[in-house]
Nanobody, 113 residues
């Protein structure tokens, strides 16, 4: 059974930073492309960042240059380093293996002064 546990969210002021983590179990983590999504209130869930099994990365235009996705296969964990945060980054953030329809509980990120 696939289990995804996101953590690291919180309340941060504009311009601040957070590092999200997502621990995966029940899968051979190293072979999967991993995605980070976010969902803001009243909006559809959107893809934020992707990292492939060979560590190629891709980002939504809205976060390019501010967010960095990385992975540690030894820990079955994918990370999202978020810098220069803006109020519009406020959302619940989720990780997901690209080809598995399974979601964790997400972690809330709130950017506000």
């Amino acid at each position: 059974q696939v289990r995804l546990v996101e953590s690291g969210g919180g309340l941060v002021q504009p311009g601040g930073s957070l590092r999200l983590s997502c621990a995966a179990s029940g899968i051979i983590f190293s072979i999967y492309t991993m995605d980070w999504y976010r969902q803001a209130p009243g909006k559809q869930r959107e893809l934020v960042a992707t990292i492939t099994s060979d560590r190629m990365t891709n980002y939504a235009d809205s976060v390019k240059g501010r967010f960095t996705i990385s992975r540690d296969n030894a820990k079955n964990t994918v990370y999202l380093q978020m810098n220069s945060l803006k109020p519009e980054d406020t959302a619940v953030y989720y990780c997901k293996p690209r080809t598995i329809d399974s979601w964790g509980q997400g972690t809330q990120v709130t950017v506000s002064s």
